[in-house]
């Protein structure tokens, strides 16, 4: 069964440091969210892409994060600085179309922690 | 603004029925997703509804009244690895998900 992979599963880094997480969809999936969740909360979303264009980051703290889709298969999520406040579990989710009614299928996230 | 309630935590026995309530004032309604998350993992889909009534999956089914912008999902014959959040997720007007922050069930012996 196809599934949604991501990159590191753990990452523990220093603030003002700079961090990387990688997902790969499913294959044929158009649609790409990234989301944030803080321990003891919904997902919050991050980006969403539509092959390599984003739809929505309108949540995106875009003075430190960034994300890219290039070739509008597997994306990056940067962090530069990190902050104390980023530690959270990161998930990538992608589906086929981006009409939220469709299922999401999700990564099994990167949990990182800033020290 | 847009806002979905759940309980925070619930507990229940192995092998008794849990209800688990979900109520939502949003800028509109195309569906509601039950999601499950097991401690420390990603969320894995459950069931979505779209039309009023309930929608029986196994164990698990899920109900939805959209006039009274309500919707719950049942769980039977509840076993141990039950014990994981069980999150509520409403699609807006703007085709949108909006998720609610999850409640906690703590299945007993």
């Known amino acids: 069964e196809a599934e949604v992979a991501q990159s590191p599963r753990y990452k523990i880094t220093e603030k003002s440091q700079a961090v990387a997480f990688w997902c790969d969809p499913i294959s044929g999936h158009a649609t790409l969210y990234w989301y944030r969740q803080i321990l003891g909360q919904g997902p919050e979303l991050l980006v969403q892409f539509q092959d390599e264009s984003v739809v929505d980051d309108s949540q995106l703290p875009k003075d430190r994060f960034s994300a890219e889709r290039l070739k509008g298969v597997d994306s990056t999520l940067k962090i530069q600085p990190a902050e104390l406040g980023d530690s959270a579990m990161y998930l990538c989710a992608s589906s086929l179309v981006g009409d939220a009614s469709y299922e999401q299928y999700f990564g099994p996230g990167t949990r990182l922690t800033v020290t | 603004g847009q806002n979905i309630d759940q309980p925070t935590e619930m507990t229940a026995t192995e092998g008794a029925i849990v209800q688990i309530n979900c109520t939502y004032q949003t800028s509109g309604f195309n569906g509601l997703f039950w999601y499950q998350q097991h401690a420390g993992e990603a969320p894995t889909f459950l069931s979505y509804?779209?039309l009023d009534g309930l929608e029986e999956k196994g164990r698990f089914s899920s109900f939805l009244s959209r006039s009274k912008g309500y919707s719950y999902l049942l769980l039977k014959e509840l076993q141990m690895k039950d014990s994981a959040s069980y999150l509520c997720?409403?699609?807006?007007?703007?085709?949108?998900?909006?998720w609610g922050a999850g409640t906690k069930l703590i299945i007993k012996p």
């Open positions: 509804n779209v």
């Open positions: 997720a409403v699609v807006d007007s703007n085709y949108q998900l909006i």
